[in-house]
C-alpha cells in the first residue's frame, strides 16, 4: 500500500513537468511522492493496459486519474480547499472532457518538448 499520496506523471511532456513543479510549491506539494511515468517505478503502478493521457494518482482511498486525480492532488498539495469544492461543482462528465482535451492537446500547449524533472534523490520523501 502506498504509505503517501503518490503521483505518475508524463515526465516527458513540457507542460505535465511544468504543472508538477506548480503544484510542488503549493504548501504540502513536498509530501507527495511525484513519479515520472517512464521511470522503472511507475511500472508498478500504472495498472495493466496503461492510462497513456491520464494523471494517476495513488493515495488512502485508492486510484484515481483524469480530473479526479486533478482534485485531490489540488487538495494533497494544500490548494485551497473552497477552489476545489467550486471545481467539484462541475458535472464529473463535463470536467473529464475538459480533463481529456488538455490531456489530447498537452504537447500543443507548450513549447518545446519536457524541461528538467526532479532526479531520483529529489524526490520528496516522507
Known amino acids: 500500500m502506498v504509505q503517501q499520496p503518490t503521483v505518475v506523471f508524463d515526465d516527458g511532456c513540457l507542460f505535465c513537468t511544468r504543472w508538477v513543479a506548480r503544484l510542488r510549491r503549493l504548501p504540502h506539494g513536498d509530501r507527495i511522492l511525484w513519479i515520472g511515468r517512464a521511470s522503472p517505478e511507475a511500472e508498478a503502478l500504472i495498472p495493466p493496459g496503461g492510462l497513456p493521457e491520464s494523471l494517476i494518482l495513488i493515495d488512502g482511498d485508492g486510484r484515481h486519474a483524469g480530473s479526479e486525480a486533478v482534485l485531490r492532488t489540488l487538495l494533497h498539495a494544500g490548494a485551497p480547499g473552497w477552489l476545489v ?11 473529464e472532457t475538459g480533463y481529456r482535451w488538455v490531456a489530447r492537446n498537452r504537447h500543443r500547449l507548450c513549447r518545446g518538448s519536457a524541461c528538467a524533472t526532479p532526479k531520483p534523490d529529489r524526490r520528496s520523501q516522507r
Open 85 to 95: 469544492a467550486m471545481a467539484k461543482l462541475v458535472p464529473r462528465g463535463l470536467r
